[in-house]
């Protein structure tokens, strides 16, 4: 470890998510193998091809204060709950505005809003709109209102990369604390794209699992008979902070955020690059910025959202680039795939596994696809060993994007 | 039948209970928005455009600056 470097630490996990209104009942839906796939009962539902979906476990519309959630896009209704939940989980640092940073990101936006926009203009005229509509479908929204209701000075940004941009948002915040920027910063993702068009263009993209008639068992990572990714809904939030602020203030630390790796596959729009060079870059960078080696890995919460394209070259590129002894597993079987809030959940649920010595199984993984020598963890949690121990949570997005993010126990 | 007085208080206070959380039972005449209830510009805009889907009266925004109180509301519905 370089001498000088400013070593960054978690100390606050907040979560709402299609298994929990929050960290703990998630967790523990997690660990109990429990699936938050519903079949969906929306009036679009007869004109898509995909039924079901990850809807959150609890309504944040009837967890805010009204006069709050009518201004809110879904997606920052999950990002309010979560963070205010991260920021008391952290103690509620009495932090110097100024030295107080935001990251938060969605892939989408405030899509619902903009479709439900678009309606009231076309049907009633410009004039019915919400004054709100446009904080309301930005995406940097959610990072806005987190900001403005902690009085966040040191930046509030919001970072977009798909499906890896909750990760990116965390990487950001650790750079943003090691630069010395801020001394916490709130990072994480949300998403709320269940809405009939966005479930159309991604069943248009043949992405999606059609296992209508079994919503429960299709998210199935690596499984042979996967067809396609569930859609989720909700948001992961974490406060970071530098580990000098944090133990100044005797703050509890659960994990060390040690490093972050990005790659681009600069190879298709949508497709993985066959060979997982890409995402194998992103990982290298991660374990190198954390100045870790393969070895001290233990666990990897996957990326593998139940596509046949992604999941194998995924746990190929970890054999190569880690080694093939961790534990790895897809909390996405029973979330499903959050898109932009996926690396907030789960980097919430890398962290629990480190500070519990616990991964959760992946459900679903009857039989596991050819080419895999990594060491899935289903049928059964199981323990991560005594003594130092380290984590990864890999995300990946349209567009090529890669992340990967290596938490450290404390 | 035009709605009185006090049906249109009673209904413009659900609305700004709605929009602002403030209680119903606050928002009696003598009131001014921005004084007394602390109400902001973009708020008002929503209980303006509330206030057109429930009474039915479009409130122009050049009429709206000029609404003060909660009084001025009940007149310029009533009217």
């Known amino acids: 470890m370089s ?40 009036d679009w539902i007869d004109t898509v091809p995909v039924t079901f ?27 309010m709950v979560a963070a205010r939940e991260a920021w ?6 009495e932090v110097a505005p100024e030295r107080l940073g935001v990251v938060v990101s969605s892939g989408i936006g405030g899509i619902n809003t903009t479709l439900s926009a678009y309606d009231t203009y076309k049907e009633r005229g410009w004039n019915r709109l919400s004054p709100f509509t446009v904080p309301m479908l930005m995406p940097n929204g959610p990072a806005a209102w987190i900001g403005l209701d902690l009085g966040a000075q040191a930046g509030v940004h919001a970072t977009v990369s798909a499906c890896a941009s909750g990760a990116e948002a ?3 915040a650790m750079d943003m604390i090691r630069a010395g920027r801020a001394d916490v910063v709130v990072a994480g993702g949300t998403e709320a794209a269940i809405h009939g068009l966005n479930v159309a263009a991604f069943a248009a993209a043949r992405a999606m699992s059609t296992r209508n008639d079994d919503p429960q068992g299709a998210s199935r990572p690596w499984d042979r008979d996967r ?88 746990v190929q590129a970890v054999a190569k680039a880690i080694g093939a002894h961790p ?16 690396g907030g959940i789960e980097s919430v649920f890398t962290v629990k596994s480190l500070q519990e010595r616990i991964v959760p199984a992946t459900i679903n993984l009857d039989t596991i696809d050819d080419g895999i020598e990594v060491d899935l963890v289903h049928g059964a949690n199981r323990t991560l060993p005594d003594g130092d121990i380290a984590a990864v949570n890999n995300s990946f997005g349209f567009g090529g994007h890669n992340v990967t993010v290596v938490f450290k126990g404390a | 039948m035009a709605a009185t007085e006090q049906d249109i208080l009673e209904g413009l206070g659900k609305i700004i209970n709605e929009i602002t959380g403030i209680p119903a039972t606050e928002v009696t005449p003598e009131k001014s928005f921005v004084d007394d209830l602390d109400i902001d ?34 007149t310029f519905i009533q009217n």
């Open chain 1, 3 to 42: 001498a000088n470097r400013v070593r960054v630490v978690v100390t606050g996990l907040g979560a709402t998510t299609p298994v929990g209104g929050d960290v703990n009942s998630s967790w523990s839906a997690l660990l109990a193998g429990q699936s938050g796939v519903r079949t969906l009962t929306e």
């Open chain 1, 53 to 79: 979906a990850g809807t959150a476990a609890v309504d944040p519309a009837e967890v805010l204060p009204r006069p709050e959630s009518r201004r809110l896009d879904r997606s920052e209704q999950f990002a």
């Open chain 1, 88 to 93: 008391q989980d952290a103690g509620a640092p």
């Open chain 1, 170 to 172: 965390i990487g950001y």
């Open chain 1, 227 to 314: 067809d396609g990714f569930v859609l989720g809904e909700g948001a992961g939030i974490l406060v970071l902070e530098s580990e000098e602020y944090a133990k100044a203030r005797g703050a509890r630390i659960y994990a060390y955020a040690s490093g972050v790796g990005y790659s681009a596959d600069s190879f298709h729009i949508t497709k993985p690059e066959p060979e997982g060079r890409g995402i194998s870059m992103a990982m290298t960078h991660a374990l190198t910025d954390a100045e870790l080696t393969g070895r001290d890995i233990k666990h990897v919460n996957a990326h593998a959202t139940s596509t046949p394209a992604g999941d194998v070259i995924e």
């Open chain 1, 327 to 342: 534990l790895v597993t897809s909390t996405k079987s029973m979330t499903g795939h959050l898109l932009g809030g996926a």
């Open chain 2, 41 to 74: 510009s973009l708020s008002m805009v929503e209980i303006a455009v509330a206030a057109q889907d429930e009474f039915g009266v479009e409130i122009p925004d050049d009429q709206l600056k000029n609404l003060k109180t909660v009084k001025d509301v009940l």
